[in-house]
């Protein structure tokens, strides 16, 4: 018996890709201007907000994880064989870095003035240590930028297969049916 294979993914795995990919930019872009605002209750809201998505990032990509895990995806288009491996990989370290990233921020929160998820405040887990707070931030940073080149790259690799191979890559990820 034959195991089908798709040729896009499905709905679900779709909307959450481009959802994350929304969010994620948003946090990255924020995230880069933030430290330059001038200390304002609207810096503090931008802050909030920042780690409020941040969460929501963390937890849709443990949900597209177990999606992807659990449901069949189309096979990887075709190339040689270090650039199927190097994609493989590639998709894996940006799922790691998209959980690391809102995982060190929210354990440098830990340490400090604690977490607001939007109106809800959680008191600090830890008890505070701002020098350590600052230095798990500088992490939070660090993976933040690895993130952002690592994600320009996905999207020069996927401009490379759409406007150069012209393989059609976008229909596996976008919300029209595959052509067979």
Known sequence: MQKFTPKRYNNTAIVLHWLLALLIIGLLVVGFFMPDLPKTPLRKLIYNYHKSFGLIVFALVLFRIYWRLTH???D???????QVQLAHYAHIFIY????????VGLLASAFNHGFNLFVFHWEPLFPVDKDLAHRIMGWHGVTAYVLGGLLSLHVAAFAWHQFVQKDGLIRR????????
């Not at 990820?173 to 067979?180: D, G, K, L, Q, S």
Request: no cysteine.
């Open 72 to 74: 069949v995806v189309p």
């Open 76 to 82: 990887h288009v075709t190339g040689s064989r270090w």
């Open 96 to 103: 790691a870095l998209i959980l690391v990233v809102p995982g």
């Open 173 to 180: 990820i976008w919300f029209t049916p595959a052509r067979h």
